[in-house]
């Protein structure tokens, strides 16, 4: 077929590792991306943020030369727009990024070619932005109707999980959406090229609404998860016990609690579903709002631990918004600490996060915060809360079994 050439618009978390992935299968790609420093970082080869193997793939993509980073589209046969899709502060969704990706790519199409939404969108948005460009190229169709060119518009959603995106970029199936039948068929065709999964055909809402529905799948069961874990302290037992235990039954898998669900897709997604459908979308609705809830719970839970002494020092253990990565985006373990350094100024609080090498931003300009190892933590504070279950910390959890712990992910659970 066709197509040898793509332009990724959004060099991210998605973008990149596609990008690359594309250029390790002989096409000729273009990255596109607003930020100067990931232009010039991908161009020498180097990964902006940390993501298991990418590094090999991107250096290799720029060395071959099939891969490139530049600041605006330039011609091709297919696009894939990566960019951010977060929502405002009502929980309405943020389509700014992708309206600025299409208006950006008008001027550079000629017809004939692919231009596939891989963000995760609200449904409706691939028309959106279908109807994005053919307002700045009314010259150009979706169908070929009075004659006018065709530009083929589908959605297919990333489903990665960070930590894992190389492996699963070519071993999950696909959903691929097609404002037309022939758009659905020309994008799979595109992800062929490196895909072993399969790939499934359906219409670009229907496509929306099922990423929406994976992300809020899971959200619901962790919020069930979550509400357990209120309910069994109301009841002074054990979660992770009761967990376990209703688990042997065949047809119960219940998920773990936690802190709260962070990260950009999970504790996000959700609400475009919400957004779209608020009169039906209770259940989901509810969920989002337990698992929103649960890292003031833990901080209350802190706060009780450490009354009565004067100046207590709290130490935490986990930053990251889930085990074993470095990434720390919409974390609840940070919000956790940011909120108990800065309400009580009082405390100091010793993070511990064998992954990163400082403190972000937001947590170093508290001066009662400080990231320590583990050594430190467990001989100077009162009270240690656990936040993130990193392999990194079974070999202290033995020790901290006999100490004054909040343990909000069930590692101390099999210690005891
Ligand atoms: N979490 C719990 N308890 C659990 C499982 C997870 O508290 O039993 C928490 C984690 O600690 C974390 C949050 O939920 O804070 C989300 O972590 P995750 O591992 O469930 O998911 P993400 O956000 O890393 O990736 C998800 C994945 N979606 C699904 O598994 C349905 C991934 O496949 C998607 O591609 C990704 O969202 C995305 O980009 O949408």
């Known amino acids: 077929m066709g197509i040898s050439t793509v332009g990724v618009i959004g060099l991210g978390y998605i973008g990149l590792p596609t990008a690359a992935i594309l250029a390790?299968?002989?096409v000729a790609v273009t990255g596109v991306d607003v930020s100067p420093t990931t232009v010039t970082a991908v161009n020498r080869g180097e990964v902006p943020f940390v993501e298991p193997d990418l590094a090999g793939y991107v250096a290799e993509g720029v060395s071959s030369g099939k891969l490139r980073a530049v600041a605006a589209p330039e011609p091709a046969d297919a696009y894939i727009v990566a960019?951010?899709?977060p929502f405002m502060a009502d929980h309405k969704p943020d389509l700014s990024y992708i309206r600025s990706a299409a208006e950006a790519l008008a001027p550079t199409l000629r017809g004939g070619e692919l231009v596939i939404l891989e963000s995760t969108s609200p449904p409706g948005t691939t028309r959106r932005m279908a109807d994005w460009i053919l307002a700045e190229r009314p010259d150009l169709s979706l169908d070929g109707s009075d004659g006018r060119p065709v530009i083929y518009v589908a959605h297919c959603p990333e489903r990665v999980l960070p930590g894992r995106v190389m492996v699963e970029l070519v071993t999950n199936d696909r959903i691929v959406g097609g404002i037309t039948p022939e758009a659905a068929?020309?994008?799979?065709?595109?992800?062929?090229?490196?895909c072993q999964g399969e790939i499934l055909l359906t219409d670009a809402v229907t496509a929306e609404t099922a990423k929406l529905v994976e992300n809020s799948f899971r959200d619901v069961n962790i919020a069930f998860a979550n509400e357990l874990s209120l309910v069994a302290d109301r009841l002074d037992i054990d979660v992770w016990e009761l967990i376990r235990l209703a688990n042997h039954h065949p047809r119960v898998n219940i998920l773990q609690p936690g802190p709260g669900v962070?990260?950009?897709c999970i504790a996000v997604d959700p609400w475009f579903i919400v957004d779209a459908a608020p009169e039906e979308a209770r259940l989901i609705r509810t969920a989002r709002e337990v698992n929103d809830s649960k890292p003031r719970w833990v901080l209350h839970k802190v706060l009780d631990a450490?009354?009565?002494i004067e100046a207590p020092v709290v130490a935490a253990y986990g930053l990251a918004f889930k085990p074993?990565?470095?990434?720390?985006?919409e974390s609840p373990a940070v919000g956790?600490?940011?909120?108990l350094a800065r309400t009580f100024p009082h405390t100091t609080v010793l993070a511990v996060e064998p992954h990163i090498d400082e403190l972000p931003a937001e947590l170093a300009e508290l001066p009662n915060v400080r990231l320590v190892d583990a050594e430190e933590a467990l001989a100077s504070a009162d009270v240690h809360t656990l936040l993130v279950d990193h392999a990194a910390f079974r070999a202290v959890v033995g020790r901290l079994v006999a100490k004054n712990v909040i343990d909000t992910r069930g590692m101390t659970a099999g210690a005891r």
Do not use: M, S
């Open 336 to 339: 956790i600490v940011r909120e």
């Open 24 to 26: 390790a299968n002989g």
């Open 306 to 308: 450490v009354a009565g």
């Open 262 to 264: 962070g990260g950009h």
């Open 185 to 194: 068929k020309q994008a799979r065709d595109l992800y062929q090229v490196f």
């Open 83 to 85: 960019v951010p899709t």
């Open 324 to 329: 074993n990565i470095d990434d720390l985006r």
